[in-house]
């Protein structure tokens, strides 16, 4: 800068300022790209079992039962890292009528009805098709491009029964 000139200013704004303001800009931007990876469906779960059943008879879509409880790691990876995932929550959402059920609090109607489809890990999630027949079980969390692959396979599965 040559001696005797003054900062440059903008509006009455000066440089140093400018520079702030546009590194907050630059901050804030990054940020919400970070954040923001993409369109985030949120899986709208079920949890009254005769409003699932209904709803699945009315769409004629599979139902996804998925069966959880508090304090479990895979549960957690399950609801932190799968269903957010936007192609696994695109599935879910416009292609299965989703049931969702924590254990750790519920009645004892709920327990019994999980012991009736014979529930003894976690997380399990369990597939029928739209004549309420089981067609698919898993006992184990599973990464969001491996749940997208099982989804598509009980989809097909499902397909396929109807031809018959």
Do not use: H
């Not at 003054?6 to 990054?30: C, N, R, T, W």
């Not at 696994?88 to 004892?108: H, M, R, W, Y």
């Amino acid at each position: 800068m040559p001696q005797n000139s003054e900062p440059v200013k903008i509006q009455g704004m000066s440089m140093g300022m400018i520079l702030v303001m546009a590194a907050a800009l630059l901050s804030a931007v990054i940020a919400l790209v970070i954040s923001n990876t993409g369109p985030k469906r949120q899986i709208k779960w079920q949890t009254n079992l005769k409003q699932t059943t209904r709803l699945a008879r009315e769409n004629q879509l599979p139902v996804m039962m998925y069966f959880t409880i508090d304090g479990c790691p895979p549960c957690k990876y399950m609801k932190t890292k799968v269903y957010p995932n936007p192609a696994v929550a695109d599935l879910i959402e416009t292609k299965f009528i989703p049931f969702k059920q924590n254990l750790s609090n519920a009645s004892d109607e709920q327990v019994q009805f999980a012991i009736s489809l014979g529930i003894t890990a976690f997380p399990t999630i369990v597939f029928f098709n739209t004549d309420a027949r089981e067609v698919k079980r898993i006992e184990s969390a599973v990464a969001p491009d491996e749940m997208v692959n099982i989804l598509q396979q009980v989809l097909k599965s499902v397909d396929d029964s109807t031809v018959e």
